[in-house]
């Protein structure tokens, strides 16, 4: 229909609104089957070639192409941005195939001028496609050769010019410099310091390091530096813009979702030592603690999709790093009570525990605002608390 009304190519607006209502509804990975998207896909792509076809006609010779070479741009834009899309959803379906071929779609169909808006997420999909293909490899390495090179092309390409442009884009290449040092990392203490040393030099990556064995503790370095840097400038960035206490939650695709990684980072971290049985400093497992405990709750307070989930390990942080619960407490009084309520159980169970005295105030605060939920289980748990806590027991029942 809208090809068949000539009004629609007279001037700018009908095409932008038309490619306005496309983006409302994009390739999803949690929307309809990926065979239904790359049918939408194709006939989008061949609506496009035809709304081209038609602005040139439409005009003829009263107007040259340099004229209404924003409809070309626009429309190439509109079409790399869709293969785009696609190669997203598809890699977030673990459907590698498709993906690839998809985004090398997307590298070929987009405009050619330098610092166009789609080149830093290019080059970020690429990046994570080819670590999620290092991490499918059954050939360990292999799997370490395709991390370094992917970490060599992202130093190659980050002081481009053409990446130089929104703000948060430049908060999504600090986390995706930790994401690779982190997985680098852990390739290293699953394969060993010698093998990665090894693909570091054949690749001519600059990772300064005194030896290999000194390498794994300099890739973790690296990632976690990365990391910080990125929520230390999500929390600026944040500050500057409210005066609040309490930052609104924000939708997904606002959020960086750098605090959460940060988190997941530390915590695989804390596990390696804990588990590698080799004597290590009480303090950095407690440095590292506290960074889990601090990004998590952070991550809920920002409405990072996934950290609610994570609650319940930093029960068991503070359970194993007594020190910490003071800085849990602290933090969880700016966190919304309402994103405890599926872990009430959990929090009653250790209330006659040494951790117990830091989970009290989200329970009080919950028996405030949300009653009917704390009853029951609170009902049942109470039973069960020992005479230590009875007092704790009846404010509670008075609240």
């Excluded at 007279?10 to 999803?28: I, Q, V």
């Excluded at 290019?122 to 999620?132: A, E, Q, R």
């Excluded at 999504?172 to 310091?193: A, K, Q, S, T």
């Excluded at 169970?349 to 040494?354: G, S």
């Amino acid at each position: 229909d809208f090809i068949n009304k000539d009004k629609n190519f007279a001037g700018e607006a009908p095409l932008k609104r038309l490619l306005t209502a496309w983006k409302h509804r994009y390739p999803s990975s949690k929307v309809d089957d990926i065979d239904i998207w790359m049918g939408i896909v194709f006939n989008r792509v061949t609506l496009i070639e035809k709304l081209h076809e038609k602005f040139v006609s439409y005009h003829g010779e009263s107007i040259n192409e340099d004229q209404i070479g924003w409809v070309k741009t626009l429309l190439l834009s509109e079409r790399s941005e869709l293969y785009h899309t696609m190669a997203i959803a598809a890699r977030k379906l673990r459907n590698l195939p498709v993906a690839d071929h998809y985004l090398r779609l997307a590298i070929k169909a987009g405009p050619t001028q330098t610092g166009t808006s789609l080149t830093y997420p290019l080059m970020n999909s690429l990046v994570k496609l080819y670590i999620l293909k290092a991490r499918a490899s059954k050939d360990k390495l292999d799997s370490v050769d395709k991390v370094v090179k992917a970490l060599k092309f992202i130093e190659g390409k980050r002081h481009d010019p053409s990446l130089k442009v929104e703000d948060h884009e430049q908060k999504h290449l600090l986390v995706l410099l930790g994401n690779v040092y982190r997985n680098i990392y852990e390739l290293c203490v699953d394969v060993g310091p010698e093998v990665v040393s090894s693909s570091i030099k054949q690749n001519e990556v600059n990772i300064t390091s005194s030896s290999p064995q000194k390498l794994q503790e300099d890739l973790f370095s690296l990632a976690y530096k990365y990391f910080q840097q990125a929520v230390s400038d999500e929390d600026n960035t944040s500050s500057s813009g409210s005066t609040s206490s309490q930052i609104p939650l924000v939708k997904a695709e606002q959020n960086t979702k750098a605090h959460l990684k940060f988190a997941l980072f530390c915590d695989n971290a804390l596990k390696i030592k804990e588990n590698s049985g080799a004597p290590t400093d009480g303090k950095s497992k407690e440095l590292l603690g506290s960074s889990i405990v601090s990004n998590i709750l952070e991550a809920m307070r920002r409405g990072t999709p996934g950290a609610i989930e994570r609650f319940p390990r930093l029960l068991e942080i503070i359970a194993n790093y007594p020190k910490l619960a003071n800085e849990f407490a602290h933090r969880v009084k700016s966190i919304p009570s309402w994103m405890f309520i599926k872990w009430i159980s959990q929090m009653l169970a250790l209330l006659d525990k040494p951790e117990g005295n830091a989970l009290l105030g989200i329970i009080t605060q919950l028996s405030k605002d949300y009653p009917q939920a704390l009853y029951y289980p609170f009902k049942i748990s109470s039973e069960t608390l020992i005479s230590s806590i009875s007092k704790i027991v009846r404010s509670l029942e008075t609240t």
